[in-house]
């Protein structure tokens, strides 16, 4: 993330302490939640207005279309997953949360709100809406099997390397053949790899994976079965990619991301941990940034 002042510091922070409280300790947070009167948790989430307001006026952006978004919207969000917790009791899937998961994933995808944000801090957007759909379904809906703890295990570790493995072969193969990969020599310094494998895991494979399996596969699980929502989540991951490193649609990314998220996917619904599928996401990544 550039233009990193002590202030933007201080915001990337703050956001990053409700993501790391629900990584570490969802069921306590949860738990404490659920004791407040219904008014004060649906409310609660107008405060990631805050970060917006700490930037925009540092920065002399502000603008009060954007408070009002950032305001609201994580509020629509926490009210709307309250209803679908009282007529939803089985968590089978409502409306509400296809509804709230197409917003979210349509505003980052095709980039809504970024011109709220600075250039080169837009990420910032990002995580904030991470944390509108971290409160909105852990602890008002009490969406069970997302997977979303932090507390590494060896098992992480042993399913997304080898999903790494399973995968490999198949993406090296069409990759090349479709003329997508392009190998080159690039060994970078340690430090800087480590730091960029664990810029990618924070960064951009958490937020997939939490978006994609935790609550996209997970819920189609529910009323279509485990392949089909595989493959289904999959699909919508691949089209994701549709606009990345082209101005026009990239079917060749939308085919190679389609089948990386088989392997995320399978990672994912193993022990139907995060963590998992978030390794073998961002070795994916890393190894394709440094050497294709």
Not at 25 to 43: E, G, H, K, Q, T
Not at 203 to 232: K, S, Y
Request: with cysteine; glycine share 6%; net charge positive.
């Amino acid at each position: 993330m550039s233009n990193a002042t002590p202030v933007v510091i201080a915001v990337l922070i703050a956001e990053l302490v409700p993501a790391a409280a629900f990584g570490f300790a969802a069921d306590r947070v949860a738990a404490r939640v659920a004791r407040w009167p219904l008014a004060m948790r649906i409310a609660l989430p107008g405060l990631l207005v805050v970060p917006y307001i700490v930037i925009a006026v540092t920065q002399h952006i502000f603008r009060w279309q954007w408070f009002a978004l950032y305001a609201v919207l994580p509020v629509v969000i926490a009210w709307m997953l309250a209803r679908a917790a009282v007529v939803d009791h089985e968590q089978r899937g409502n409306w509400r949360d296809a509804l709230i998961l197409l917003t979210l994933g349509l505003a980052v995808d095709l980039r809504w709100f970024d011109l709220a944000w600075p250039s080169g801090l837009r990420g910032l957007n990002n995580l904030l809406l991470l944390d509108a759909g971290l409160y909105g379904f852990l602890a008002i809906r009490h969406l069970d099997g997302t997977g979303f703890d932090f507390h590494l295990r060896l098992s992480d570790w042993r399913t997304g390397l080898r999903e790494l493995l399973f995968f490999a072969p198949a993406v090296l193969a069409l990759g090349f053949a479709l003329g997508f990969l392009h190998p080159h020599s690039n060994l970078p310094p340690l430090g800087k790899a480590i730091l960029s494998w664990a810029g990618i895991f924070v960064f951009v494979a958490v937020l997939e994976e939490l978006f994609f399996r935790a609550w996209v596969q997970n819920l189609l699980e529910r009323r279509v079965g485990r392949r089909a929502a595989l493959i289904v989540a999959s699909v919508l991951f691949g089209l994701s990619h549709f606009n990345k490193r082209s101005a026009h649609f990239n079917w060749r990314y939308v085919l190679l991301a389609t089948i990386a998220g088989i392997f995320y996917g399978r990672a994912w619904r193993e022990n139907r941990r995060v963590p998992a599928s978030v390794i073998t996401h961002t070795c994916v990544d890393w190894l394709w940034s440094w050497w294709f």
